[in-house]
Nanobody, 124 residues
Framework: QVQLVESGGGLVQAGSSLRLSCAAS????????LAWFRQAPGKEREFVAA????????YYADSVKGRFTISRDNAKNTVYLQMNSLKPDDTAVYYC?????????????????WGQGTQVTVSS
């Protein structure tokens, strides 16, 4: 069982930065591929970014490429999402997810464990 707890969300102005964190309570954290998804009101949950177990491979949605950076610290059982140049369209609940590494890094079905989410609101 993997428990994920997100933090770092908040209300910011467009152009600002935020760093989200996701702490995992599992002994074998380094075995998991990790990802961030987001869900805006009235929309489906969408892929944002993912990182392989070693951190050697990263994946991004086109909408955040060049602005967001995913990273992980296996010694701290934590994955991060650095978000720069935030836009109002980035407003959503952001979820952390963990999966075994099989399947597409971009697909929700590839992840077995999910956090409760943290709200990010970007004002114009």
């Amino acid at each position: 069982q993997v428990q994920l707890v997100e933090s770092g969300g908040g209300l910011v102005q467009a152009g600002s930065s935020l760093r989200l964190s996701c702490a995992a309570s599992v002994r074998t954290f380094s075995n998991y591929r990790l990802a961030w998804f987001r869900q805006a009101p009235g929309k489906e949950r969408e892929f944002v970014a993912a990182i392989s177990w070693s951190g050697g491979s990263t994946y991004y949605a086109d909408s955040v490429k060049g602005r967001f950076t995913i990273s992980r610290d296996n010694a701290k059982n934590t994955v991060y999402l650095q978000m720069n140049s935030l836009k109002p369209d980035d407003t959503a609940v952001y979820y952390c997810a963990a999966g075994s590494g099989s399947g597409s890094a971009y697909g929700r079905r590839s992840y077995d464990y999910w956090g409760q989410g943290t709200q990010v609101t970007v004002s114009s």
